[in-house]
């Protein structure tokens, strides 16, 4: 069965940096994209960043670019979001997804989210 593992979150202060890491596992035959998403209390889940991989584009949020920077090593089935000058604001539960073709069942793409990890901005 395909894992998405998210670790790296945590708490930080106004202007800190984090780095947030999102390792694929399981049988799996590509993956087609990799990328983050937020979630506070009250609100929808909100796209931060993506990257498409076969590509190698990436999309990241007005509310984020030129502070966060989402890569991957491909070896590692892992994608990273570098979050640097980090503001209140940017405290959320940050999902990591993808869109995978698994080993067991090439044909289709299936969307995974990760369990999320906490990042909390506060002084």
């Known amino acids: 069965q395909v894992q998405l593992v998210e670790s790296g979150g945590g708490l930080v202060q106004p202007g800190g940096s984090l780095r947030l890491s999102c390792s694929a596992s399981g049988s799996i035959f590509s993956i087609n994209t990799m990328g983050w998403y937020r979630q506070v209390p009250g609100k929808e889940r909100e796209l931060v960043a993506i990257l498409f991989t076969n590509i190698g584009n990436t999309n990241i949020a007005d509310s984020v670019k030129g502070r966060f920077t989402i890569s991957r090593d491909s070896a590692k089935n892992t994608v990273y979001l570098q979050m640097n000058s980090l503001k209140p604001e940017d405290t959320a539960v940050y999902y990591c997804?993808?869109?995978?073709?698994?080993?067991?069942?090439?044909?289709?793409?299936?969307?995974?989210w990760g369990q999320g990890t906490q990042v909390t901005v506060s002084s």
């Open positions: 997804n993808a869109h995978i073709r698994p080993g067991g069942d090439w044909r289709t793409t299936i969307n995974y």
